[in-house]
């Protein structure tokens, strides 16, 4: 049986899918595929075709062609409404690539691609309507400066200065960057990309965090649009905006309340998205909203004690697909809108990460990618209103998921825990050497779950490869296991029952033949590095602690942290100014 040879070298050089659209004949899927560039210094990205004629993908290979190439970073593709495929990109004319992404257009009777947009300061994002001669884009505004002027004067600054920020407001900083001078914008074309209409000419920081669906007929945009709250922490509505007027109305909101995931029905009716109340006494649930357009009226689709995320309709309107953490995986479920009942579509053996559905045309089915550990994520198909297995329709990313399945064992175990089950999943050499090492990798959030899943940043194989058995626990405060696992770290607990469960995996792990008890070692990223960092100042079992982006001063950290009011409300309201005491403990 051959060993896995893998390593860090050879993962970050693997084909990423990033995304992909369905043409409106159903026939193929046009998939946007990152490699390293020829310097091996960053990543761009190519589109490929994909064959959806059932059977084509028996050869995986041979059903995807290249369609882009170059050194140009071609991305985000969507169909217009007659068969065109759009898509982002740095390319100039005669493909040289620019520092500017716009939107490039292929005929539906192909052709060299042409730029539809020439926004100054690049576009971020972009749709077509799907049965509408309509486009919507997202793209940065420099405030207070004339549309003419406005690459004028972001060239000169870059140029000249100055670099002084100027914030007013929190947040100013964003993960790894801080916050730019210009500002989200949703500006309307046509589909030819004439007739440009700035739909928020006032917007500041109210789109930074955006997610937003345009209307298929082409009548409007719903966008997620941020307000400071009362708690300090920025409430997120829903809004419409009229393409025709640029009139702006509030939809859905609530006090201490973010909502998110917008998604619109094929008929324009009807309007899914994720609601959250946060408060000081619970986390709370991430939950399922349902709003008529027509009525105005909006519901909550109860059913099932997870945390879903809404995907796309069914073409009648009558079902909603969704994804949603859950024992362990990612499955695809079905919510029907009347009774609010889910059932899951991916079958339960089939565990693995499941997102970006879409129905496909023409067809029962839904598209969508795909993940496991030995799968990085691929274009795949499910039948729609039957449990089934996903199919794997691509093979793009050059990795030979056979050669690892032969190579590792991966399975999920339950271990009790203060008369509580706690998940977590092991993979091992299927040949390991006698008294080899283990890894227990503790994950982030603390609100999160190791899936059956492929990860381009903390990925096992990478140690296993190595002789490593990894134990991946999913302990208290993970999500797809119920509400209450969730709040068991909530409110300035997140040393306590966490702590026990993850060290009760690592017993397990420390008693299995093939791993030596004096060769353990525990690891995690964000909060998984803080649980790491606690372990290492309460025991002294491990022979090595690792950690990355680790939480080691909780009052230090709600200084420096981008969202310092969020931090407070998520550990139960305290105030390290105030409340020292309960800070360090």
Known sequence: ?????????????????????????????????????GEGGKYVSAIWRVSLTPGAHDAKTEAATQLTRGPSDDSAP??????????????????????????????AAGGDPRPLTDEPLGVQGFRFARAAPALVCLASVLPGIEATRQREVAEDRKKRGPTLLRYRQMPVRFWDHWLPDAAPHLIAY????????????????????????????GRFVITTEQRPGQDRVHDTDLVRIDLPTGEKRRLVGTERGQHGCPVISRDGRWLAATRHVRSETAHGPIVLVLSDLESGTTRRLKGLDRWLMPQTFSDDGLALFAVGDDQGARPVFRVDLETGA??????????????????IPGRSALAMIRDTFFDPPELATVAAFAASTPEMVTSLSGFDAAAARESVIAES????????????????????????????????????????????????????????????????????????????????????????????????????????????AAMGGSFGGY??????????????????????????????????????????????????EAMRR
């Open 1 to 37: 049986m051959p060993a896995l040879s893998f390593d860090a070298e050879q993962l970050i050089r693997l084909g990423r899918v990033q995304s992909y659209a369905l043409a409106p004949d159903g026939t193929w899927a046009a998939v946007a595929v990152q490699r390293l560039d």
């Open 190 to 217: 046509s589909d030819e990309g004439e007739d440009r209409r700035d739909l928020t000419p006032s917007s500041a920081r109210e789109l930074i965090e955006i997610e937003w669906d345009l209307d298929p007929l």
């Open 531 to 580: 649980m790491t960092n606690w372990i290492g100042g309460n025991t002294n079992r491990f022979a090595a602690l690792v950690t990355h982006a680790s939480v080691f001063d909780l009052a230090l950290f709600h200084g420096t942290t981008d969202l310092p009011a969020w931090y407070s409300v998520d550990l139960g309201g305290i105030d390290p100014d105030h409340e020292p």
């Open 342 to 359: 889910v059932d899951r579509v991916t079958v339960e053996s089939a565990s693995g990460n499941h997102g970006s559905v879409l129905v």
């Open 413 to 520: 175990h339950r271990t009790t825990v203060d008369g509580r089950s706690v998940q977590w999943w092991s993979l091992r050499p299927a040949k390991p050497v006698a008294d080899g090492p283990g890894l227990l990798w503790i994950h982030g959030g603390p609100h999160g779950q190791w899936t059956d899943g492929w990860h381009w940043r903390w990925n096992p194989l990478v140690p296993v490869a190595r002789g490593y058995s990894v134990a991946m626990p999913n302990p208290s405060g993970s999500t797809g296991f119920g509400q209450q696992l969730v709040e068991d770290v909530f409110g300035n607990r997140w040393g306590e029952q966490c702590y026990r469960d993850v060290m009760a995996v690592a017993e397990e792990l420390a008693a299995r033949p093939e791993v030596s008890s004096d060769k353990l």
């Open 78 to 107: 969507c169909f217009r409404a007659d068969g065109a495929l759009g898509f982002l990109s740095n390319r100039r004319l005669g493909d040289t690539p620019g520092d500017r992404k716009q939107v490039w257009l292929v005929d």
